[in-house]
């Protein structure tokens, strides 16, 4: 069933990524009581884009974490109705344990969003055409927050999106396409909408769990009613969660390792061989061929290539390994049950990610194009750099836990992952004590990496709720105390 | 090599105890059990241990169930040896926890009573899932050795020039060279005569007195079908969702190793054709994981170790626990991708349950309800022991693949299939 999805009431990140709108900052917020809170989000709600036609040179989005609901009013009965993840938080000890954000990235070391520090209630993200409209309407927003009185917990700058994430690859080549958000994509598997967007039917053809109130408390009707008929107001439809990450990518040391592993027996440096290796722990190259259709050389003219499955072309992983970073960031037909089968791909279909990550930061990696392994800056950026290079990593889900995750443990930082001994994801995994090997199968015996360092540390984030425009007028016009308790319990189709 | 047995025992705690107990779990929880006063490392053949505290609750008709403390392990038969040892090797250990319990002879007592008493304080498990039946403790840690020493000998060449056969080869001689590796050269032996006589006695067994009743079952099943649907659908949606503060107990005991301990206990149905369909079904599972799912798999899931399930007051309560690979998002959506039928046949007797539709239906195909109903029935288990903490189900699988390799004459492709699980 596709469900007709209410565009004008969703978010427009949801929607698409604007990649016309290069620029982009996010500023993360502390609310400092109920009327800060409601004085900025007056002026915030007619600036929001929608999910609806879009031609405007700059957008807007706010979301918000369990924390900043409650000091916009709402109470605790009903952020109960979100799910566990998202009341608890991203920086609590079993959590980052979890996430394997311990050792380096542990959330004593971040820069935002970890208990000791400043609350991360909201988030607001800016996105522009150019670095002048981004510049006018930053510092509108900034004038806004002032006036309420809001402390800025950070302000995470981005760099202008290009091709290529900060290693050098190009990136966002797989996205989910999404019934009734998506043009049709050759290939793709179009996933139900509830897969990211609350109050539709997700893949299980239930609805995912989101706080239902009272009809009662909704006197002016601004929420829509629970579609499974509950005659609930439904706080949670057509929002859906946001998992933001500032992930520092240490790309000098990616390159140096992969130019050492692959020095010629006289020592000298193998500029080839090295980014052959790079792109095996990556599954693509650096143009964006995927490994699967290009094992041996770059070819540019499948740099947006992604009509693939893994298991009838390359069960044993010899050209795109079974650890490489893509294999396991959506394994498709790889995994069990009966890899290969619809019912491999069905399993893979429920723990998806809308991507919506933006690079920071100075400097980017050489590629297959250069003679030396040295790193060049590849982006003339003048925008101020703080913290190294890296990305805001950024997702849209329905559910933390079955998206987001089970991709971070069990498939990007699990060392036995689909058979594997001490293998975590070679560019993003964690190597706390275990993982630091990467696997690449060849005939007749497969190279194995040792002691693999961590290329990528987590330097701060939070979960936010990106809530419907419903939602907000809802969250807008709340009085101190208007809400009771939830109302239904969460329904099942 | 032996075959596995679970033993289960459960001892009731005096009420005045069951704080200090808790306060004891927690010490014990941050101490592990691998060393002392435990020492389980040390007991043979033990695969996976665990203790549990069983709150003190009412049954469905009120009447009190004390709190209990449930020890289980995973371990190497004989039984007799394995006691022996929990008094022996783990004794101070289990002095300390038994304690707590009304009428546990102390640690002064003879090692006789104390055997006594733990063999008299075990609990029957109505089926009892091992990963691969027969491969033991020594054999698990023999061939990851095995795969260590050839994985670390292929890393020291380079092979680039010769043929998968040759490499195989050259394995084959590497470990032949080798006195502490001989062992692999053999297969592995199988458990006792006496087990695999047994073992194939039931597997025929139970077939045959089946057959001889299907003239009285055809009678009888379309009546308890119909009989179970109006049950049924009297079963009501679940809305229960876990509480945050017991979300936080369980994960601060989850995802330190590849594996993690999981529990859960409920209530059986009371109704006579639910406590009869509930006990037919364990009869069922017994049989299938004894003859059918005995090698690497239950029912398509590749990342069980061990499970159990054990009837407790008499069958008015059920726990389930298992040692599994990964985390439990993970091991609930297998249960709900792969074997939902399975589990809404044994679960589906529980209180709490998503309601079924004729038995295997429904239940765990809802996903959220599902994994609220497990998780709130979970119980936190403090105290766990795991003999090989990094080991995956399907590397102690694919270890013993290649222990098989090193034997007989293979062609070229199987060589490089054998190659491949290095």
Redesign the interface.
């Given at each position: 069933m596709t469900a007709r999805l209410n565009l004008d009431n969703i978010q427009g990140l949801v929607a698409r990524g604007y990649r016309g709108l290069s620029y982009a900052r996010f500023t993360v917020f502390a609310i400092p009581g109920q009327d800060a809170g409601h004085a900025a989000l007056s002026w915030l709600l007619p600036r929001i884009t929608t999910a609806g036609k879009f031609t405007a040179d700059s957008a807007l989005h706010v979301a918000f974490g369990a924390a900043g609901l409650r000091r916009m009013g709402l109470p605790d009965g009903v952020i109960a109705g979100f799910s566990a993840e998202f009341g608890e938080g991203m920086a609590g000890p079993d959590r980052s344990r979890f996430l394997g954000d311990v050792e380096g990235s542990s959330p004593r070391f971040w820069d935002w969003g970890a208990p000791q520090g400043s609350p991360a209630d909201a988030v607001v993200l800016l996105y522009a055409a150019t670095p002048e409209i981004l510049g006018r309407r930053q510092a509108e927003l900034a004038g806004c927050l002032a006036a309420a009185g809001i402390h800025q917990v950070t302000v995470l700058d981005t760099v202008e999106l290009g091709d290529n994430e900060p290693f050098g690859f190009h990136d966002g080549i797989s996205q989910p396409v999404i019934q009734g958000l998506s043009k049709g994509a050759r290939g793709a598997r179009a996933l139900p909408a509830g897969e990211f967007v609350l109050g539709y039917p997700n893949a299980y053809d239930q609805f995912t769990d989101r706080p239902l109130l009272p009809a009662s408390d909704d006197p002016r009707h601004l929420l829509p009613r629970d579609p499974a008929g509950s005659g609930a107001a439904d706080l949670g439809r057509d929002g859906c969660y946001l998992v933001l990450r500032q992930l520092e990518q240490d790309v000098g040391a990616f390159w140096e390792y992969a130019a050492e592993a692959t020095r010629r027996p006289d020592g000298s440096y193998d500029p080839q061989a090295r980014t052959a290796l790079a792109a095996k722990m990556v599954g693509r190259w650096p143009s964006g061929a995927p490994l699967i259709k290009a094992p041996d050389n770059d070819d540019p003219r499948l740099r947006d290539d992604n009509d693939f499955g893994y298991h009838h072309t390359d069960p044993d992983g010899l050209a795109c390994p079974r650890g490489a970073h893509i294999r396991r960031m959506n394994p498709r037909d790889s995994l069990d049950p009966s890899p290969g089968s619809e019912q491999s791909l069905a399993v893979n279909d429920r723990h998806r990610l809308l991507r919506r990550g933006r690079p920071y930061g100075p400097g980017t990696a050489g590629t297959a194009a250069d003679d030396d392994h040295a790193i060049r800056p590849a982006r003339d950026d003048s925008s101020p750099a703080r913290g190294g290079t890296g990305l805001h990593f950024v997702c849209l889900v329905a559910s933390l836990a079955r998206q987001f995750e089970f991709v971070q443990h069990t498939w990007l930082n699990n060392p036995n992952f689909n058979g594997l001994y001490d293998d975590t994801d070679p560019l993003a995994g964690s190597r706390d004590g275990r993982g630091a090997t990467f696997t690449a199968p060849r005939r007749p015996v497969r190279r194995r990496y040792r002691g693999l360092p961590q290329f990528v540390r987590t330097r701060g984030g939070a979960y936010f709720f990106l809530p419907s425009i419903s939602a907000l007028r809802y969250l807008d016009q709340l009085p101190a105390g208007a809400v009771s308790a939830p109302a239904a319990s969460p329904t099942t189709r | 090599m032996p075959h596995q047995i679970g033993v289960t025992i459960q001892a009731p705690v005096a009420v005045d105890r069951v704080p200090e107990l808790r306060a004891w779990l927690a010490e014990i929880s941050r101490k592990g059990l691998a060393e002392g006063p435990f020492d389980l490392a040390h007991v043979r053949g033990l695969h996976f241990a665990r203790f549990y505290l069983l709150e003190e609750t009412a049954d469905l008709e009120g009447r009190s169930i004390p709190a209990s403390l449930v020890f289980m392990s995973a371990v190497d038969a004989p039984l007799r040896r394995h006691l022996a040892d929990l008094v022996d090797v783990a004794g101070e250990g289990m002095d300390q926890a038994f304690r707590h319990c009304t009428g546990y002879p102390g640690p002064d007592a003879r090692r006789r009573a104390k055997i006594a008493w733990l063999r008299g304080h075990r609990v029957a498990a109505s089926a009892f899932y091992v990963n691969t039946v027969g491969r033991g403790l020594e054999q698990i840690r023999q061939e990851a050795a095995l795969r260590g020493a050839l994985?670390d000998y292929?890393?020291g060449r380079d092979?680039g020039g010769?043929?998968?056969t040759?490499?195989r080869r050259e394995l084959q001689a590497y470990v032949a060279g080798r006195a502490d590796l001989a062992w692999a050269q053999r297969p592995p032996a199988p458990p006792s005569v006496f087990f695999r006589a047994r073992e194939a006695v039931h597997m025929a067994a139970v077939p045959l007195a089946l057959a001889l009743l299907l003239p009285v079952l055809l009678l009888i099943l379309p009546v308890w079908a119909v009989a179970l649907r109006l049950e049924e659908r009297r079963d009501r949606?679940v809305?229960?969702?876990?509480a945050?503060a017991h979300?936080?107990e369980l994960?601060?005991y989850?995802?330190?190793v590849?594996q993690n301990p999981f529990a859960v206990v409920g209530f059986v149905k009371p109704s006579r054709l639910r406590q009869l369909t509930f006990r037919a079904v364990m009869f069922a599972i017994d049989y299938a994981v004894r003859h059918v799912y005995n090698h690497a798999s239950l029912a398509?899931i590749?990342t069980i170790h061990f499970a159990r399930w054990v009837p407790l007051d008499g069958w008015r309560r059920m726990t389930f626990a298992s040692d599994y690979?990964?985390?439990v998002?993970?091991y609930n959506?297998d249960f709900?991708?792969?074997v939902w039928w399975g589990l809404n046949a044994a679960f589906g007797n529980g209180v709490g349950y998503?309601p079924t539709r004729w038995l295997l239906w429904g239940g765990a195909?809802?996903?959220?309800?599902f994994k609220a109903t497990l998780r709130c029935h979970q119980i936190p288990v403090p105290a766990w022991y795991t003999a090989y903490p990094?080991?995956?189900a399907?590397?102690i699988e694919?270890n013993a693949q290649i222990r098989a390799g090193l034997r007989g004459e293979m062609g070229p492709a199987d060589a490089?299939r054998w190659?491949?699980l290095?």
């Amino acid at each position: 069933m596709t469900a007709r999805l209410n565009l004008d009431n969703i978010q427009g990140l949801v929607a698409r990524g604007y990649r016309g709108l290069s620029y982009a900052r996010f500023t993360v917020f502390a609310i400092p009581g109920q009327d800060a809170g409601h004085a900025a989000l007056s002026w915030l709600l007619p600036r929001i884009t929608t999910a609806g036609k879009f031609t405007a040179d700059s957008a807007l989005h706010v979301a918000f974490g369990a924390a900043g609901l409650r000091r916009m009013g709402l109470p605790d009965g009903v952020i109960a109705g979100f799910s566990a993840e998202f009341g608890e938080g991203m920086a609590g000890p079993d959590r980052s344990r979890f996430l394997g954000d311990v050792e380096g990235s542990s959330p004593r070391f971040w820069d935002w969003g970890a208990p000791q520090g400043s609350p991360a209630d909201a988030v607001v993200l800016l996105y522009a055409a150019t670095p002048e409209i981004l510049g006018r309407r930053q510092a509108e927003l900034a004038g806004c927050l002032a006036a309420a009185g809001i402390h800025q917990v950070t302000v995470l700058d981005t760099v202008e999106l290009g091709d290529n994430e900060p290693f050098g690859f190009h990136d966002g080549i797989s996205q989910p396409v999404i019934q009734g958000l998506s043009k049709g994509a050759r290939g793709a598997r179009a996933l139900p909408a509830g897969e990211f967007v609350l109050g539709y039917p997700n893949a299980y053809d239930q609805f995912t769990d989101r706080p239902l109130l009272p009809a009662s408390d909704d006197p002016r009707h601004l929420l829509p009613r629970d579609p499974a008929g509950s005659g609930a107001a439904d706080l949670g439809r057509d929002g859906c969660y946001l998992v933001l990450r500032q992930l520092e990518q240490d790309v000098g040391a990616f390159w140096e390792y992969a130019a050492e592993a692959t020095r010629r027996p006289d020592g000298s440096y193998d500029p080839q061989a090295r980014t052959a290796l790079a792109a095996k722990m990556v599954g693509r190259w650096p143009s964006g061929a995927p490994l699967i259709k290009a094992p041996d050389n770059d070819d540019p003219r499948l740099r947006d290539d992604n009509d693939f499955g893994y298991h009838h072309t390359d069960p044993d992983g010899l050209a795109c390994p079974r650890g490489a970073h893509i294999r396991r960031m959506n394994p498709r037909d790889s995994l069990d049950p009966s890899p290969g089968s619809e019912q491999s791909l069905a399993v893979n279909d429920r723990h998806r990610l809308l991507r919506r990550g933006r690079p920071y930061g100075p400097g980017t990696a050489g590629t297959a194009a250069d003679d030396d392994h040295a790193i060049r800056p590849a982006r003339d950026d003048s925008s101020p750099a703080r913290g190294g290079t890296g990305l805001h990593f950024v997702c849209l889900v329905a559910s933390l836990a079955r998206q987001f995750e089970f991709v971070q443990h069990t498939w990007l930082n699990n060392p036995n992952f689909n058979g594997l001994y001490d293998d975590t994801d070679p560019l993003a995994g964690s190597r706390d004590g275990r993982g630091a090997t990467f696997t690449a199968p060849r005939r007749p015996v497969r190279r194995r990496y040792r002691g693999l360092p961590q290329f990528v540390r987590t330097r701060g984030g939070a979960y936010f709720f990106l809530p419907s425009i419903s939602a907000l007028r809802y969250l807008d016009q709340l009085p101190a105390g208007a809400v009771s308790a939830p109302a239904a319990s969460p329904t099942t189709r | 090599m032996p075959h596995q047995i679970g033993v289960t025992i459960q001892a009731p705690v005096a009420v005045d105890r069951v704080p200090e107990l808790r306060a004891w779990l927690a010490e014990i929880s941050r101490k592990g059990l691998a060393e002392g006063p435990f020492d389980l490392a040390h007991v043979r053949g033990l695969h996976f241990a665990r203790f549990y505290l069983l709150e003190e609750t009412a049954d469905l008709e009120g009447r009190s169930i004390p709190a209990s403390l449930v020890f289980m392990s995973a371990v190497d038969a004989p039984l007799r040896r394995h006691l022996a040892d929990l008094v022996d090797v783990a004794g101070e250990g289990m002095d300390q926890a038994f304690r707590h319990c009304t009428g546990y002879p102390g640690p002064d007592a003879r090692r006789r009573a104390k055997i006594a008493w733990l063999r008299g304080h075990r609990v029957a498990a109505s089926a009892f899932y091992v990963n691969t039946v027969g491969r033991g403790l020594e054999q698990i840690r023999q061939e990851a050795a095995l795969r260590g020493a050839l994985a670390d000998y292929l890393d020291g060449r380079d092979w680039g020039g010769s043929s998968a056969t040759e490499v195989r080869r050259e394995l084959q001689a590497y470990v032949a060279g080798r006195a502490d590796l001989a062992w692999a050269q053999r297969p592995p032996a199988p458990p006792s005569v006496f087990f695999r006589a047994r073992e194939a006695v039931h597997m025929a067994a139970v077939p045959l007195a089946l057959a001889l009743l299907l003239p009285v079952l055809l009678l009888i099943l379309p009546v308890w079908a119909v009989a179970l649907r109006l049950e049924e659908r009297r079963d009501r949606p679940v809305t229960e969702r876990p509480a945050l503060a017991h979300l936080e107990e369980l994960s601060g005991y989850e995802d330190f190793v590849t594996q993690n301990p999981f529990a859960v206990v409920g209530f059986v149905k009371p109704s006579r054709l639910r406590q009869l369909t509930f006990r037919a079904v364990m009869f069922a599972i017994d049989y299938a994981v004894r003859h059918v799912y005995n090698h690497a798999s239950l029912a398509g899931i590749t990342t069980i170790h061990f499970a159990r399930w054990v009837p407790l007051d008499g069958w008015r309560r059920m726990t389930f626990a298992s040692d599994y690979d990964g985390a439990v998002e993970a091991y609930n959506d297998d249960f709900i991708n792969i074997v939902w039928w399975g589990l809404n046949a044994a679960f589906g007797n529980g209180v709490g349950y998503p309601p079924t539709r004729w038995l295997l239906w429904g239940g765990a195909q809802y996903e959220q309800q599902f994994k609220a109903t497990l998780r709130c029935h979970q119980i936190p288990v403090p105290a766990w022991y795991t003999a090989y903490p990094s080991l995956s189900a399907q590397n102690i699988e694919n270890n013993a693949q290649i222990r098989a390799g090193l034997r007989g004459e293979m062609g070229p492709a199987d060589a490089q299939r054998w190659l491949s699980l290095l």
